[in-house]
């Protein structure tokens, strides 16, 4: 497969002027965080045309800041893909949890924060999640065709932001470039396909307690809606 060249990558993903930066003090600003991304595409499949999708990641984060900006350093929790006409997939919380650790760095530039350049995060056949099989496995669920598929997967994002009191939020682009490994059976091995796609949405980190897991995250959502309540 061959990868988009730097230049149309950013030429693809550029975005525009925030307003005026916002920036806490750095004791403020440094500590573990719980990061989220929903990104929206359009994904074109054979016969089928094209279609709309959505994705939702939730990591965990450590941010820290100094005097050229932020750095982000960040683990996978989860991830939900929206149904594609009336297909379901999924990838297992244990696998999730073994990708590779994202590093980002953001800068002050033209009025907000800036990802100071794109940032590359991906695996190729190896065994990513640890489950015997090449790549990363995805689970299908489908009617008629049902089972695993195993990619490796490239993915080019640059994003902007801004403080709001402790919440760090903006917008984000991707470009994910995707290669079928190998599948549970003859059925998905002919309709599963290579594919580029372009991707954009929101991200937002809001602070957590140190020492913060991903198997956390569910009693801390209770206690969120417990201290919503009236």
């Known amino acids: 497969m061959k990868w988009p060249s730097l230049p149309a990558i950013l030429a693809a993903l550029a975005l525009g002027v925030g307003a005026a930066p916002s920036f806490p003090a750095a004791a403020e600003a440094s500590g573990a965080y719980l990061g989220t991304q929903r990104v ?42 929206s149904n594609v006409l009336g297909i ?39 065994d990513v999640d640890a489950d015997g099989k090449p790549g990363a496995t995805v689970q299908v669920k489908a009617p008629l065709c049902g089972g695993e598929v195993h990619v490796s997967s490239q993915t080019v994002s640059i994003a902007r932001g801004q ?35 372009k991707m954009s949405g929101e991200f937002e980190y809001r602070p957590v307690p140190a ?9 801390l959502a209770l206690l969120a809606g417990d201290a919503e309540r009236p």
């Open 40 to 81: 929206r595409g359009i994904l074109k499949l054979p016969v089928l045309g094209e279609v709309d999708t959505e994705v939702t990641f939730t990591v965990l984060a450590t941010i820290q800041s100094g005097e050229e900006g932020l750095s982000i350093e960040q683990r996978p929790c989860s991830v939900e893909f």
């Open 88 to 126: 379901g997939t999924a990838m297992e919380e244990a696998g999730v949890r073994r990708l590779p650790v994202e590093k980002i760095a953001f800068g002050p530039a033209e009025g907000d924060w800036r990802a100071a350049e794109p940032w590359l995060v991906g695996w190729g056949a190896e």
């Open 163 to 197: 403080w709001t009191g402790e919440t760090f939020r903006g917008r984000v682009k991707v470009v994910v470039a995707q290669k079928i490994l190998g599948a549970s059976n003859a059925c998905l091995s002919m309709t599963a396909t290579d594919k580029r796609q």
């Open 211 to 219: 020492g913060t897991r991903c198997e956390d995250l569910g009693a």
